[in-house]
């Protein structure tokens, strides 16, 4: 999952950033509005993260120039302003939820996780399909009722697959949001991984879960149980 | 001025001028009447004098003398010769004897001495008045005369009835009475025509003031004579920056929390990372979180009740609070999707809040936010306008607020949860706010076993 940070104060969001990347997100960041909307046009992300009080474009501003751009992506507002005219505005302009400084990183986390996943349609904590039950707050994979551990990577890749069912998700497109910008992009490696998930998903290979669309990527193919 | 006096509103200024130009006009008009009354009397005494100064010439034109008095062979006026004619002569020697009368005086009866009592030289002119029996009031004039045959003094009298002159004194009166009275009656209609011109810039400022208070408009804007304008101008400007104060005020505070809660924020993200390294002990660090915690709460609180306006209701416009409503239902759909609240609405279109929007929405979402936060599946809201009384209703089917809490939930300061972050905060501002309206809250337990908030502003 690719992440954008809007954050001005610089410790804050050093610590925004690491806190995220621990928790297996990849973080990109700008210190002020107009850098924020730079990126924000620039990559596709999954959800934006902005505080409200930015120099040189106001977060109110950035949130409604982004979404005047067609970007859907869910954004969580920082704000330190606790009132409601500004928390109203802020999600009026386009944002999806709001976190109130100061905040507990957990918070921040659940609610991200909230949000990705309402995105992708789902109202419940646990994506479903069939027999396969990913719950992203817990982390935890079960298929037919038993718990599957998987790596960080494995997991990162099965999400995003699974927050797109029956998308055809890129090899490009997987590494953009799996992967830092200087990670060496092999896509071996990412080859290595569909492989494993296949294994722990699917050992009886009845299921078949992931398919690969040759020249395209991978689609996560089972049927909903949303 | 002391409040009590503030009370009782002074005389307006239309009495004011009622007041003084009606005893000015009673005055004027009362002043000159007084003065032409009497002009005109002694206009009328002295024609009265100068024609028996005149007769008196005539006596003594035709009088001839004799032995033992005078003998009158003709009288020029026919009036001496006719009988009770209302003109009379009289001739009386230095003794007050009557020597010769008139003809026409052959019924008159009146004291002579009365015209006999001042001393008179030879040329000389007396008059007065005095009363006849049966003959009424009578203006007389007594013409001291020698006659050297006889070396004797003489006065001639000639003497008229005052009823003609009386007459047409009443006559004046009743006129001058007709044409003033005419001329009071048209200058009160002056006067009340002139006092409704000169006034309605007046009227028209204090329309525009009221327009103000309601919320119609911002600024006064009707055109005004150059004498009220320094006044308008500077209302208009004392207005203005009294709102761009507030929302200076309101943008300082909100600078202020930012400044302020982006460096706890950093330190509350350092304390997390110390935890997980465990590089403090556990004490040490419970109690650092503590303390950073109640420094939020404390932050928290005073700037939310400070960004509260100070409910100044006489810039306040009317805000449309279903408009509001809609916002904050919008919003906190956004957030709290994933509780597929089933919200109830019933939102009168009329309904308006004399005050600041930001405080509308600051109550409003409070108790909203915690509706969404405590309640399972639905919400209601209410929003009536009773003649003067606005009242908002909130219900939640959450757990409710226990009897015991209930006072204590909604004292004014009061927090009812000093633990969880926010929801004592949110009802604690909502209190303050209602309260700097004068409004009441109250909180009871509704049909579906949770929390009814009923919030009551009387509005003017």
Redesign the interface.
Known sequence: MRLLVVEDEDLLRARLVKALSDNGYIVDSATDGKAGLFHACEYDYDAAIIDLGLPEIDGITLIRTIRSKGRTFPILILTARDNWTDKVEGLDAGADDYVVKPFQIEEIRARLNALLRRAAGFSKPALEFGTVSLDTTARQLRVAGADVELTAYEYKVLEYLMLHPGKVVSKTELTEHLYDQDHDRDSNVLEVFIRRLRQKLDPDETLKPIDTVRGLGYRFNVPSGK | MSPLASNRPAWSLQKRLVLAFGVLLILFLGFAGIVLDRVYKESVAAAVEERLQLRIFALLGVAEEEETGFFMPELDDARFSQIDSGLYGLILDSEGLEVWRSPSALNLAIDTTVIMRDALSTGETLYGSVSAEDLGELVWARYGTYWENQDRNYSFVALESSAPSAAQIREFQSNLSLWFGAMAVVLSIAQYILLRWGMRPLQLLAGDVSAIESGDRDQLQGHYPSELQPVTRNLNMLIKSERERQGRYRTTL??L??????????????L??TRREASLPPQQLREMEEQ?ARM?EII?YQ??RA?KSNHSRVLAKPVPVAAVIH??L??LG??Y??K?MQVETSIADDAVFYGE??DL??L???LL?NAFKYGRSRIGLTVKQEARILILKIDDDGKGIDEQDKQWVLQRGARADTVTT?QG?GLAVAVDIVSAYGGEIEVRRNDWGGARFIVRFEQA
Request: aromatic share 0%.
């Open positions: 909100g600078d929390a930012h400044s302020l809660k982006t460096p706890l924020a950093v330190l509350s993200s350092a997390q990372e950073l939020d928290s700037l939310r960004v916002k904050l919008a919003a956004k957030v999707r994933d597929a929007e930001s929405t600051e409003c979402g409070n936010d926010g905060i």
